[in-house]
């Protein structure tokens, strides 16, 4: 099947056209900066997939995506020539809120509660939902489909999921804890299950989703019973840019000392704060790593405050399963940084994690599902590599042709 994957974010487009059978991408898209006059979007096509630079000033996130559609019909390049030789749409959507515990073919139902979602992700659902409006426009009779972040984790207990707040805020605006990643956390503890030889359901895997953005979850017999995301992707472990988990009582004490606002706050916590915010220097943490082995002190302090986040989630999820089996490792962090996974299993030997430290370090294998344990670790530690497009279009394909 021929599954268009779009990723739309509050100012990025993501998108793949991909060919489920063999897992093969036929056309690569990204859009950066979109809304601002410095927009622009590369695509690219199979097999050699050179870039054309598009410029997109001031187009929104569907507009840029109307542009791809019209780039896929004209380019000599593009392996179709209209818009009826693509099978089937999977959208990522980040929050499914309660309505949505799993992928959904987008009828005019699922379309009206995805509306009913877009409060909990201001920035990232709508321009999503835009998107499929344009394409059921563009595209009528080609089924979509609505891949949701948060679905993974609607199996949370209520123990888990509620905050201890007055239950109104519960009752009356549904806040309560969503998580995240949940397609890579699915997938990630999935590939645990099968490196281990094992099924899923017999298992108890913490897998950590560690790029830009980072959670961990507790899998347990398949299921998510708690994650480090919250209400919105900002609970939980040290990020790129994001605080994370921080005393509550930080944001009002700065809203009264410097008089900042609420979207002063936003960015603040969201934007300036994290791996960036302590070491002053980037989001990446390639660049940290380089700055500290250099000698920068914030660097690397910055670094062990990660780790250090990473261990306890890790140690904290451990206490709550009923067995554990596995921790995978997957994104940007976790499966490319040799250093960044020796230091967090460093402090976690004692709970039966342990590393080998060679199979660490390989680094021929790089992009390979592995196990670098050593044989006898009781816990097996895995590297998972994410792939989220090739997900989110099987995942397409699945339903779409369960419609027959
Ligand atoms: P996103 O959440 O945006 O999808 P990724 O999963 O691509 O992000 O992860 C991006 C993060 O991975 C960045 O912080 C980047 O520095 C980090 N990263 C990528 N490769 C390495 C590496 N070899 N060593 C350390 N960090 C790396």
């Known amino acids: 099947m021929r599954v268009l994957v779009v990723n739309a974010g509050s100012s990025s487009l993501k998108s793949q056209l991909l060919e489920t059978d063999g897992k093969i991408s036929l056309m690569k898209c990204l859009a950066e900066k979109v809304g601002t006059s410095d927009a622009y979007m590369n695509v690219s096509f199979a097999p050699d997939f050179k870039k054309t630079k598009y410029q997109m000033p001031g187009l929104s996130v569907s507009e840029c995506l109307a542009k791809l559609l019209d780039i896929l019909v004209e380019d000599p390049e593009s392996p179709i020539s209209a818009l009826d030789q693509i099978d089937a749409v999977g959208n990522r959507i980040v929050a499914g ?11 005019d139902e699922a379309r009206e509660k995805l509306t009913l979602c877009e409060e909990l992700a201001p920035l990232h659902n709508p321009p999503a939902d835009a998107c499929i409006d344009m394409m059921r426009e563009h595209m009528p009779n080609t089924p979509q489909v609505a891949v949701f972040d948060t679905a993974f984790h609607s199996t949370m207990p209520p123990k888990a999921y509620l905050y201890p ?21 699915r997938y990630a503890a999935q590939q645990a299950a099968n490196l281990l030889g094992r099924p899923l359901r017999d298992l108890g895997i913490i897998t950590c989703h560690l790029g830009n953005g980072g959670s961990i979850t507790a899998v347990n017999h398949g299921k998510s019973i708690d994650t480090t995301m919250g209400f919105t992707p900002l609970e939980g472990l040290m990020m790129g840019t994001r605080s994370g988990s921080i005393d509550p009582a930080i944001v009002t004490y700065l809203m009264r000392r410097e008089h900042k606002t609420f979207d002063e706050m936003d960015r603040i916590l969201n934007k300036e704060s994290g791996i960036l915010g302590v070491s002053g220097l980037s989001a990446d943490m390639r660049d940290v790593l380089q700055a500290a082995d250099d000698g920068d002190e914030w660097a690397e302090l910055a670094i062990e405050m990660y780790v250090h986040r990473v261990q306890k989630a890790i140690g904290g999820y451990y ?7 596995a921790v995978v490792m997957t994104a940007g962090i976790g499966e490319n940084s040799a250093e960044l996974r020796e230091r967090i299993f460093a402090g976690l030997a004692h709970m039966g994690m342990i590393l080998d430290k060679d199979r660490n370090n390989v680094t021929g294998e ?38 027959g």
Do not use: W
């Open 97 to 107: 809120g309660e309505y949505f515990t799993k992928s959904a073919v987008i009828d």
């Open 366 to 403: 790089i992009g390979l599902n592995r196990v670098i344990s050593i044989d006898d670790s009781p816990i097996k530690i895995c590297i998972v590599t994410a792939d989220e497009e090739i997900r989110i279009a099987r995942e397409t394909d699945n339903l779409v042709s369960q419609l």
């Open 165 to 185: 707040l007055p239950r109104e805020y519960y009752e009356k605006y549904r806040i309560r804890r969503y998580g995240a990643h949940g397609t890579s956390h």
């Open 319 to 325: 206490a709550i399963m009923t067995r554990t089996d």
